[in-house]
């Protein structure tokens, strides 16, 4: 299975509207004698441009179903007390007694450790 990369998708969008955008000529027109903005962002002729609609397209694009995920150095169940020379230290999440993991595993019932 290929390796996915995830993005911000709303920091994406806000920076290449600040990149292609705000400076567009076409948004622009000269008036008595200073450039005046014409047009808000996403309106004639904005609509017509190609950066407006790859923008588009990636607000439509659906999301990937991600969750953060909780490494066994961070859970509530690795037991840091207890560390092997192998870096392996005792998990007990309840699935089939007591496991030795390593402190970049992870799990499915991993709960991020409350520090105190």
């Known amino acids: 299975?290929?390796?996915?990369?995830?993005i911000e998708r709303e920091a994406f969008i806000e920076q290449k509207r600040k990149q292609y955008c705000e400076d567009c000529s076409r948004r622009k027109g000269f008036k008595r004698g200073q450039y005046k903005i014409l047009y808000e962002i996403g309106e004639a002729p904005c609509r017509a441009c190609e950066i407006d609609d790859l923008l588009n397209d990636v607000e439509d694009f659906p999301t990937a179903d991600v969750r953060p995920v909780v490494t066994c150095g961070e859970c509530e169940f690795w037991n840091?007390?207890?560390?092997?020379?192998?870096?392996?230290?005792?998990?007990n999440t309840g699935e089939n007694g007591i496991r030795y993991r390593n402190r970049d595993?992870?799990?499915?019932r991993g709960k991020k450790?409350?520090?105190s």
């Open 113 to 115: 450790r409350e520090e």
């Open 105 to 108: 595993d992870f799990c499915s």
């Open 1 to 6: 299975m290929a390796e996915k990369e995830y």
């Open 80 to 91: 840091r007390e207890r560390i092997s020379c192998e870096g392996l230290a005792r998990c």
